[in-house]
């Protein structure tokens, strides 16, 4: 009777540790699915190496000497980007953007959230606004500068305008040429071919190309 106590004794604690062992197991699993779905730090965390992150991160606020993401970044809270982005290598940035030296780039700069671009390929430094452009300094255009509505000199002026129209290189002294369409859609072109002419007649007329 006490050898079938004794043995009744150590089968017991053997079924003991064994559901003890199997439950830590199953802890251990369940412990883990959860860090490997989420993990919620409470404080800071630094690291000298890399931090790689396959999930989406939040952050509220984050110091870094460089940063990398093959997807996309917000800076800020979530709002409705423009059409047209494919979320790969790109950056939203919620509110106001610093740039303290240069901003570049190397394909082209659009400004505004919507519009179309008629006439330029927006390509190899291309700009384009959608609305209104205001330059308080001086505008130099080194290629062809063209518009399809009016060019305002002097708008707000509260007495005559003082704004001057300068035609030709002020360096160089070159010829100018100006180009005027007819009401019968030809072309015309007047030129100055000297500066006695301007005392005399102003202008001279032509139907001959002066470009």
Not at 116 to 123: S, Y
Not at 145 to 155: D, F, N, P, R, Y
Not at 170 to 177: L, P, V
């Amino acid at each position: 009777m006490r050898y079938k106590e004794f043995f009744n004794v150590r089968k017991s604690n053997r079924i003991n540790k064994t559901l003890s062992i199997l439950a830590a197991f199953i802890s251990f699993l369940v412990v883990g699915s959860v860090l490997y779905a989420a993990t919620t730090i409470g404080d800071n965390i630094n690291t000298g190496g890399t931090l790689d992150v396959t999930g989406l991160s939040t952050f509220s606020r984050a110091t870094s000497t460089s940063a990398t993401t093959t997807d996309y970044l917000y800076v800020g809270s979530d709002f409705t980007a423009p059409p047209g982005l494919d979320y790969s290598g790109d950056l939203f940035v919620f509110d106001d953007l610093v740039v303290n030296s240069q901003s570049t780039s190397t394909v082209s700069l659009w400004v505004g959230s919507g519009g179309t671009a008629d006439i330029i390929n927006v390509a190899g430094g291309d700009l384009y606004v959608q609305n209104d452009g205001e330059i308080d300094g001086n505008l130099f255009v080194g290629g062809t500068s063209s518009t399809t509505a009016k060019i305002v000199l002097g708008a707000g002026q509260t007495a005559d305008a003082t704004s001057t129209i300068i035609l030709g290189d002020e360096i160089a002294e070159s010829a100018t040429c100006i180009k005027l369409r007819t009401t019968a859609g030809d072309w015309v072109y007047a030129y100055a071919t000297s500066s006695s002419a301007t005392v005399a007649l102003g202008l001279t007329w032509t139907t001959t190309s002066c470009e």
